[in-house]
């Protein structure tokens, strides 16, 4: 006989293991299936040489919805905020970053005419209506924002660091301005990485008597009769749920389904492109120049930030861990070896010599930050592939029309719980 399980999710990152936090307490009995031989997904964090490096760089933003809904489930967070600031390097030359009000005082980047055009843009960008840019895309709004070019870079630079996006020309400036709008509240560095928010959240799901089964990868989901979903395994293992959520990338999701699938119709979900980078995570014993913690590159989009100096990332509580990140648009260069190179060289930039001091690095040439790259529209096909499948559900950082990242993990994970009980109530 079959078990058949009230919810089976499908991923144990954190949209998964959110939404599992949320459905305890509601006497269902509730199934992870993890593809891997470790929950979290992408916001795990790998413990090398005594060192801690989540997945590149990670940062939560201190007033944004994910925040407030993992200390809503009893989440500990412990780390600090790095102050805003730091360097902006274009060729040979380095500026002090006008992001803080000491930075807009003191930073040759800008003139006093453009400090001033500067200091209103963000203005601007904390009190926008966001509904009245819900059909512009980012670089139309940043263009009709400011004629300075200075300026204008420095909107697409923060906009890149909010969002990790780098195609202005294609995304939404809605979800820019909300993510841009939440970063420049300021953002966490964790102490030990996000491996502390996936094991919490584990944690509690297993003392709460959800199971988990992980190198378990599924192949299928077919709807059957009696509002019951077959779940099928790579190996031909089948499962069966009332109610499934998948956490999976959307075009997993649509193989998942197969022929049937009420998605394949739907070209924008077929196609949806997702939002990617090349990371170089790094471990020192000192740094060479202790005064740069924080740079980003003007035009080259290139990041580097000593996430150490805010939170610890090491069990001796002394080494440096840093992360340089190339933030990649669809067309760029996929020589990985240049931009290994890349990411080398910008570190020697701010810290030269570094190389004498490695304990450990590695370098991850492409990894998928977020799922879809959010654009114009997306609100309607989202809303259009919700309940196609009675007792379907979807969650992941792809899934929350103006949410990504993190925020769009943790928001779709409690929204997708809260329909469920909602349905298994009524
Ligand atoms: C380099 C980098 C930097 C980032 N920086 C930030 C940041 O600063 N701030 C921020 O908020 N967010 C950041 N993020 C994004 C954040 O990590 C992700 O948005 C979030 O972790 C996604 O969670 P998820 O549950 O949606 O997806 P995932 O973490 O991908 O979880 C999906 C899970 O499903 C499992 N799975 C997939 N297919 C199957 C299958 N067939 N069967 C069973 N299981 C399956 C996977 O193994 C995985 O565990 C960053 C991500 C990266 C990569």
Redesign the pocket.
């Known amino acids: 006989m079959t078990q058949k399980w009230d919810v089976v999710i499908?991923?144990?990152?954190?949209?998964?293991l959110v939404a599992a936090n949320y459905l305890t307490r509601n006497n269902l009995s509730i199934l992870v299936?993890?593809?891997?031989k470790n929950?979290?997904?992408?916001?795990r964090t790998d413990h090398i040489r005594q060192q801690y490096f989540n997945?590149?760089?990670?940062?939560?933003?201190k007033k944004g919805k994910?925040k407030s809904i993992l200390e809503e489930l009893n989440i500990q967070l412990s780390g600090k905020s790095p102050k805003i600031g730091g360097i902006l390097v274009e060729n040979q030359l380095e500026y002090i970053a006008p992001l803080s009000p000491l930075g807009l005082l003191t930073s040759n980047f800008l003139s006093w005419k453009e400090r001033i055009e500067w200091a209103k843009v963000l203005m601007k960008v904390m009190s926008i209506d966001n509904e009245k840019v819900v059909l512009q895309t980012y670089e139309r709004w940043v263009q009709q924002t400011t004629r300075s070019e200075n300026v204008q870079s420095l909107l697409y630079l923060l906009g890149r660091l909010a969002t990790?996006c780098h195609s202005p020309n294609k995304v939404s400036a809605k979800v820019m301005l909300i993510h841009l709008k939440a970063a420049l509240n300021g953002v966490l560095y964790l102490d030990k990485g996000w491996q502390t928010i996936i094991d919490q959240l584990h944690n509690n799901s297993v003392v709460s008597g959800i199971q988990f089964q992980t190198r378990?990868?599924?192949?299928q989901i077919v709807p059957i009769e009696q509002d019951h979903i077959k779940i099928v395994l790579s190996d031909g293992e089948v499962i069966v749920g009332k109610n499934v959520l998948c956490?999976?990338e959307p075009k997993?999701l649509n193989q998942m389904l197969g022929e049937k699938s009420p998605f394949s119709q739907s070209d924008s979900f077929t196609k949806m492109e997702s939002v990617k980078?090349s990371?170089l995570d790094v471990a020192l014993t000192q740094l060479p120049n202790p005064k740069k913690v924080f740079a980003m590159g003007i035009v080259d989009p290139l990041y580097f930030s000593v996430h150490s100096n805010n939170a610890l990332l090491s069990d001796d509580a002394k080494s440096i861990v840093l992360h340089v990140?190339k933030y990649q648009s669809p067309t760029d260069n996929k020589e990985w070896k240049k931009v290994k190179c890349e990411l080398e060289q910008f570190l020697e930039k701010i810290q030269p010599g570094w190389k004498s001091y490695v304990i450990t690095s590695r370098f991850i040439p492409q990894?998928?930050?977020?799922?879809r790259l959010p654009q114009v529209g997306d609100e309607q096909m989202l809303q259009c592939s919700k309940n196609k499948i009675p007792g379907l559900y979807i969650a992941?950082?792809w899934a929350s029309p103006y949410s990504i990242?993190?925020?769009?993990?943790v928001t779709s994970g409690k929204q997708a719980a809260e329909e469920i009980i909602k349905k298994e109530k009524s």
Request: proline share 2%.
């Open positions: 499908i991923g144990g990152g954190l949209a998964g299936l993890e593809k891997n929950v979290g997904g992408r916001a997945l590149g760089p990670h940062a939560l933003y994910a990790y378990k990868n599924v192949k956490t999976v997993e980078g990371t990140f990894i998928t930050v977020n799922q992941g950082d990242l993190s925020e769009g993990a």
